[in-house]
């Protein structure tokens, strides 16, 4: 589905009395403390709109060999998750946050984890400003794709070392 006819539905939720819940991140080597955190926002309205950066973007906040899945199998595998109902992209060169998303969307809820401060959550400032609501969610800290990616790392160090 497109921007736009995603834009169009969402907008249609709205009007039929749906509370429209937004979140975003960049989902990459998606984990139970990301469909955790999915549950808990959906929990908060009757729709989830889910903001994922593309690939350009992970690799300019994560490092060079990020991400380890694609734009295409992140969409595709949030989108298959119960709790999210539409999967929107973002990221430019002059902007990797979710700022322009939630301008667009304007959701009634702002959804982020809890490793995020209330005041650090982008577009915090401008759902406000139309009454809506920002919300931190749980943190999940024994789940993260970059302490994961560092244990496989380890993992496969310790096995080249042995095999030498």
């Known amino acids: 589905m497109k921007q736009d006819s995603i ?4 907008e ?3 009007a039929a009395g749906g509370i429209i819940v937004m979140t975003n991140g960049c989902f990459d ?7 955790r955190s999915l549950q808990e926002a959906r929990s908060l309205g009757t729709h ?7 690939d350009e ?18 969409v595709e595998t949030l989108q298959a998750l119960r709790p999210v109902d539409w999967v929107l992209t973002f990221g430019s060169e002059s902007d990797d946050t979710p700022k322009s998303v939630v301008e667009k969307v304007r959701p009634d809820v ?3 984890g809890g490793d995020y401060s209330l005041d650090e959550i982008v577009g915090s400032e401008f759902v406000r400003s139309y009454g809506g609501v920002v919300k931190a969610l749980n943190f ?7 302490k994961t990616i560092e244990h496989i790392t380890s ?6 070392t042995s095999d030498s």
């Open 12 to 14: 249609m939720a709205r």
């Open 48 to 54: 989830l709109v889910v903001a994922v950066n593309n």
């Open 155 to 160: 993992i496969v160090r310790r096995r080249k």
């Open 7 to 10: 834009l169009k539905s969402i």
């Open 29 to 35: 080597l998606l984990h139970v403390g990301h469909v």
């Open 140 to 146: 999940h800290d024994s789940w993260s794709t970059s």
């Open 110 to 112: 702002l959804a982020k």
């Open 57 to 74: 973007s992970v690799r300019r906040l994560k490092g060079e060999d990020r991400p380890i899945v694609s734009l295409a199998d992140r």
